[in-house]
């Protein structure tokens, strides 16, 4: 599907045509005077022809834009064109004759038009590409800040139970060893008091036995030998009542302790006095230089420096054994490949193209099959038993999704949340399912106004913003949802008929789509907008029916007609 000829929006979802009539082919220049977008053809005519050979022609991105119609109140017949400088107002061409212009000078308001306008998108930009990306490190860096304070805090209070807990054991041994020393001066006390008291029993026990000693002298009644008829004065010399001390108790003296010399103990936080530090903003003119104004410099929206090369480079090229042709590539952990074949054959190889191991399913033919999950398991649709099976590192394969009535055809691992999506077909109908931890969670059939997206999803892959970007052989195109579902573009070629196969995504938000008809691989601005045909068949390129994008940003090709796969590289 191709723009109407009669206005070209800005950012282009599928391609430009010239908007000469009748003529559909791909636009890269533009009349500035007649405002209409041009193949080089027509372009060349245009400026042959008596009429417009004047007129200034420009690259399509160096357009003016169009100036709004806009009537002039004191000529209704004539349009707002002009600008006067010295009273700032917009005129007509009738205006700037009157008296009160006489002598000013006027700006083409069209050229005002156009530069404020780019201005404005330039700001747009750096909004996008500066301001809200630092916002959001910013951001970012404050739940990091919160994370920490989190941490030193709890280890704060780990810090204030431990040296609590320190203290508390001291006062336990010290009180414990107030304790035993009482028990020991009572025990000394104990042992006094019974060694008086034992003398005093002594000393009772003499003192009846003298009064039952005079008692025998008084009831005696023989006088021999009585020593009541003699002199008593020596048995009336009773001993003296022994003398014995009082006990003196241990005196206890309390502590005297306040709250603060316990803190002092214990310790205290206080308000670091260190100057916290303001956060850094990256200056405009350093990220500018990452974020010049062209779309073949990448996607710097999402804070990445690498851009395209102005050229294309062959890193290396090898052949896949055990497969017989090259229907699907996946990028696997450990610098490896692995490929599927129409035969449905998987093989895994090493980045010099050396087999290491190959694994024979039932999945069916034609299918681009396989994806490497974030954990480096490998799954793949099996189309005859309708299941998305799972091969581990120890080369067990296990059924892993079940997808009742529809048959699966392509299938992804996120590389932003680790779901599963899956493009599946009953009936002559097509859908993308969203998988989490093998629980479906989420259907995409639809656009809003309920028409079909998709008849044979055959490809399938994700957007480094989430968009899922779905290769459908039927249907000619490449469609593309967001994350939510909502349809945002369907890209369908350069002009001519489009047989879109495998298709993948790079960092900067590029998406690469190989044309099995044409022998190319395009390359897609994130919102549709065709960059440059990136490979062609004189480049080497000969039915490409997969690609991927490793970690260092080289594009893997697969062919179909052969077991070749291809490496470039596209980025610098």
């Not at 700032?88 to 156009?114: A, Q, W």
């Not at 399913?361 to 299918?367: E, I, L, P």
């Not at 296990?398 to 055809?409: Q, R, V, Y």
Request: hydrophobic residues 30%; proline residues 4%.
């Amino acid at each position: 599907m191709a723009y109407s000829k009669s206005q070209v929006p800005d950012t282009a979802q599928h391609y430009l045509v010239c908007g000469i009539k009748d003529c559909e082919k791909n636009c890269l220049f533009y009349c500035n005077p007649c405002h209409q977008p041009m193949c080089e053809q027509c372009r060349d005519e245009h400026q042959k022809s008596p009429e417009t050979k004047n007129h200034e022609l420009v690259p399509y991105r160096h357009r003016k834009d169009h100036l709004p119609v806009e009537k002039c109140r004191d000529h209704p017949t004539k349009d707002l064109d002009i600008l006067c400088d010295q009273c700032s107002v917009p005129l007509c061409s009738k205006c700037s004759t009157m008296p009160v212009h006489n002598g000013h000078s006027f700006t083409d308001l069209e050229t005002i038009y156009t530069e404020n306008s780019a201005a404005c998108r330039q700001e747009i930009q750096n909004i996008r590409a500066y301001f809200i990306p630092m916002a959001k490190d910013l951001q970012n860096e404050i739940k990091i800040d919160a994370t920490k304070i989190k941490t030193i805090m709890d280890g704060i209070r780990s810090s204030m139970m431990d040296e609590a807990k320190s203290l508390k054991t001291l006062v336990d041994e010290v009180t414990s060893d107030n304790i035993e020393q009482v028990n020991k001066m009572e025990e000394s006390l104990k042992e006094m008091l019974q060694s008086q008291d034992k003398t005093y029993e002594d000393y009772i026990s003499y003192l009846k036995d003298l009064v039952n000693q005079f008692y025998g002298y008084l009831s005696s009644t023989q006088f021999q030998n009585n020593a009541i008829i003699f002199p008593l004065s020596e048995y009336f010399k009773i001993r003296p009542i022994p003398e014995t001390i009082k006990p003196v108790p241990p005196v206890f003296t309390a502590g005297r302790y306040s709250k603060e010399m316990v803190a002092k103990l214990l310790g205290k936080v206080t308000v670091s006095k260190t100057k916290p530090e303001t956060r850094k903003v990256k200056a405009m003119e350093t990220a500018s230089k990452h974020l010049k104004p062209t779309r073949l410099q990448g996607r710097e929206k999402y804070g990445v420096k690498q851009r395209l090369s102005s050229s294309v480079t062959k890193v290396r090229e090898y052949t896949v054994p055990g497969v017989d042709r090259v229907h699907h590539i996946s990028q696997g952990k450990s610098s490896s490949l692995w490929v599927s074949d129409y035969c449905s054959n998987i093989v895994q190889t090493d980045l010099q193209g050396n087999q290491l191991q190959k694994i024979k399913t039932s999945g069916g033919r034609y299918v681009g099959n396989l994806t490497v999950t974030q954990e480096g398991d490998v799954i793949y649709a099996d189309k005859v038993n309708k299941v998305i099976n799972r091969i581990t590192p120890d080369k067990t394969i296990t059924e892993f999704i079940k997808t009742g009535d529809w048959t699966p055809l392509s299938i992804h691992s996120s590389h932003i949340n680790g779901d599963i999506l899956v493009g599946m077909i009953k009936e002559g109908k097509g859908k993308v399912t969203r998988y989490k931890t093998g629980k479906e969670i989420q259907n995409i059939e639809r656009d809003n106004k309920g028409q079909e997206l998709y008849s044979y999803p055959h490809y399938i892959t994700e957007n480094i913003n989430g968009d899922i970007c779905t290769s459908d052989s039927i249907k000619q195109a490449v469609v593309v949802v967001n994350k939510s579902g909502q349809h945002r573009f369907s890209y369908t070629g350069q002009g001519s008929v489009s047989y879109p196969r495998g298709v993948c995504t790079d960092r900067l938000g590029h998406i690469l789509v190989c044309d099995i008809h044409s022998n190319t691989v395009d390359l897609l601005e994130h919102d549709g907008q065709f960059l440059c045909v990136l490979l062609t068949k004189q480049q080497g390129v000969l039915s490409p029916c997969s690609v991927c994008v490793d970690d260092e940003q080289n594009l893997y090709v697969g062919q179909w007609k052969t077991n070749t796969v291809t490496v470039y590289k596209y980025l610098q």
